[in-house]
T-cell receptor
Framework: DSGVTQTPKHLITATGQRVTLRCSPR?????VYWYQQSLDQGLQFLIQ???????AKGNILERFSAQQFPDLHSELNLSSLELGDSALYFC????????????????FGPGTRLTVL | AQKITQTQPGMFVQEKEAVTLDCTYD???????LFWYKQPSSGEMIFLIY??????QNATEGRYSLNFQKARKSANLVISASQLGDSAMYFC??????????FGAGTRLAVHP
């Protein structure tokens, strides 16, 4: 158990719908990262938050957005869903995005498997 | 641009034997970090081992060791005394800008009894 929690574990929805994925980082971790794992794209970085503020964006679609709340949990919002959005979405956390080295190790949650029908 | 290459889509090994999973990387940054993660069939990503670019010694964590050859830009994972529970996907990753991880395509390891 990495200490990172994600809910829900599975999500099945229809095209055009909107869903929210939730993540709670490990106790003491200030940084939250979101990744998408799909068969055709592999593991791709989406977005990073550090202590409530957006720090970096990756290959995140405009239909997707995220935020990190004062208690450091994070939510990833996916809207106008398409079949191609079906994937495993991971949240990861680390102690401090501004340092490098071992303390920067990212620990992953169990993931949310999204299926868009 | 930073890139991770894992050239072995699949590997198999006999139980109790050692196996090496290949990883090469490309970066122009003098300071970087390399990670290996394990993804069992259940789907979670499990951190295994970390190697910093300035670390003098190869990293080891229990049965996992990292064969770090800086000049060749390789960071191969060595698993000693393979167990059936080691059957999984293994991903090599590099820390990129703002500490995001850049992953390779992964290697599927099958351990045979």
């Amino acid at each position: 158990d990495s200490g990172v929690t994600q809910t829900p574990k599975h999500l099945i929805t229809a095209t055009g719908q909107r869903v929210t994925l939730r993540c709670s980082p490990r106790s003491g971790d200030l940084s939250v990262y979101w990744y998408q794992q799909s068969l055709d794209q592999g593991l791709q970085f989406l977005i990073q938050y550090y202590n409530g503020e957006e720090r970096a964006k990756g290959n995140i679609l405009e239909r997707f957005s995220a935020q990190q709340f004062p208690d450091l949990h994070s939510e990833l919002n996916l809207s106008s869903l398409e079949l191609g959005d079906s994937a495993l979405y991971f949240c990861a956390s680390s102690v401090d995005a501004t340092t490098s080295g071992r303390t920067d190790t990212q620990y992953f949650g169990p993931g949310t498997r999204l299926t868009v029908l | 641009a930073q890139k991770i290459t894992q050239t072995q889509p699949g590997m198999f090994v006999q139980e109790k034997e050692a196996v090496t999973l290949d990883c090469t990387y490309d970066t122009s940054d003098p300071s970087y970090g390399l990670f290996w993660y394990k993804q069992p069939s259940s789907g979670e990503m499990i951190f295994l081992i970390y190697q910093g670019s300035y670390d003098q010694q190869n990293a080891t964590e229990g049965r996992y060791s990292l064969n770090f050859q800086k000049a060749r830009k390789s960071a191969n994972l060595v698993i000693s005394a393979s167990q059936l529970g080691d059957s999984a996907m293994y991903f090599c990753a590099m820390r990129g800008g703002y500490n995001k991880l850049i992953f390779g395509a992964g290697t599927r390891l099958a351990v045979h009894p």
